[in-house]
């Protein structure tokens, strides 16, 4: 996983509420942030708990939407995009 300790933004516009995240929370905040309107997926940027990282960015205020894809291959199914809809400005990142 990338160096991305903590994250301050700021949600929304300039008026907008000042949030701090930490840990993976700030890792996958950091990676939708990177990922822009493409977004990303588990199979992109492999992570333990990519759902409960969103849960905890959506219960905190951001806006993350899920596409559902389907995917073949030896276990063929389907997967979730998240994209960040929310307007963030970092203020403030620690990386180790």
Not at 3 to 13: A, K, Q, S
Not at 27 to 34: A, S
Request: hydrophobic share 35%; net charge neutral.
């Amino acid at each position: 996983m990338a160096d991305v300790t903590r994250l301050m933004v700021r949600l929304d516009g300039p008026e907008g509420a000042t949030l701090t995240v930490k840990g993976r929370v700030a890792w996958t905040l950091d990676q939708l942030l990177q990922a822009g309107e493409a977004g990303c997926t588990p199979i992109e940027r492999p992570a333990p708990r990519w759902s409960d990282y969103v849960f905890k960015l959506r219960k905190a205020g951001f806006s993350v939407e899920t596409i559902d894809e389907n995917h073949g291959g030896s276990y063929g199914g389907s997967h979730g995009r998240y994209v960040l809809r929310s307007a963030v400005e970092v203020i403030e990142e620690v990386r180790r």
